[in-house]
């Protein structure tokens, strides 16, 4: 029988992007490939490959449950707080990623400040970076990159990366649970 390819897996759409999508597609293989890493170690590594593409200073993964938000994963552990309860995350950026359960991409520019300013650090970041961990229809946590306001915007390759990177963690942070 002939199986039509999906137009998603068609080579030019590939060749598209600018350069960052594959390179770091690649280095979170390596990591999820290597022996002997424990999950806490590789999620980690995941986070700090994912702050040197898009040039960020800090990233988070949590987990949602039992009425608080859990960070399982930080990139400097000592300033992020290790649980929040829900009905205080409205006071963060967090709040707004599970609010929208999408993309939340806030910039600083000279005309818009960033909307609710303060990430997990209890910093204003000039740059923000949150995705929303969705396993089976339900909202597990959020991966979140914070950094200094930049000269330029995202592109639409640095924001598709973030995603990719909630939708690569969705499964060991469903796992951890």
């Given amino acids: 029988m002939d199986h039509q390819t999906p137009p998603f897996f068609f080579q030019e759409d590939m060749q598209t992007a600018d350069g960052i999508i594959g390179p770091f597609a690649s280095k979170v293989q390596n990591i999820f490939g290597a022996k002997g890493i424990s999950i806490n170690d590789r999620l980690l590594m995941v986070l700090l490959a994912a702050c040197e ?31 929040v309860a829900l009905r205080d995350i409205a006071k963060y950026t967090t709040g707004l990623v599970l609010a929208r359960k999408s993309l939340v991409v806030l910039e600083k520019t000279a005309a818009t400040p960033i909307e609710k300013p303060v990430d997990l650090t209890g910093q204003s970041p000039g740059r923000f970076l949150g995705v929303p961990i969705l396993f089976d229809g339900a909202v597990w ?21 973030a995603d990719v990177l909630a939708t690569v963690l969705a499964v ?4 951890l649970t």
């Fill in 53 to 83: 593409t898009l040039r960020m200073d800090h990233a988070c993964v949590t987990q949602v449950k039992d009425k608080q938000l859990t960070v399982l994963c930080a990139t400097s552990s000592e300033i992020f707080p290790l649980h």
């Fill in 172 to 175: 060991p942070v469903a796992l």
């Fill in 141 to 161: 946590g959020t991966v979140e990159l914070s950094g200094t306001a930049q000269n330029r915007r995202f592109t639409s390759d640095e924001i598709a990366l």
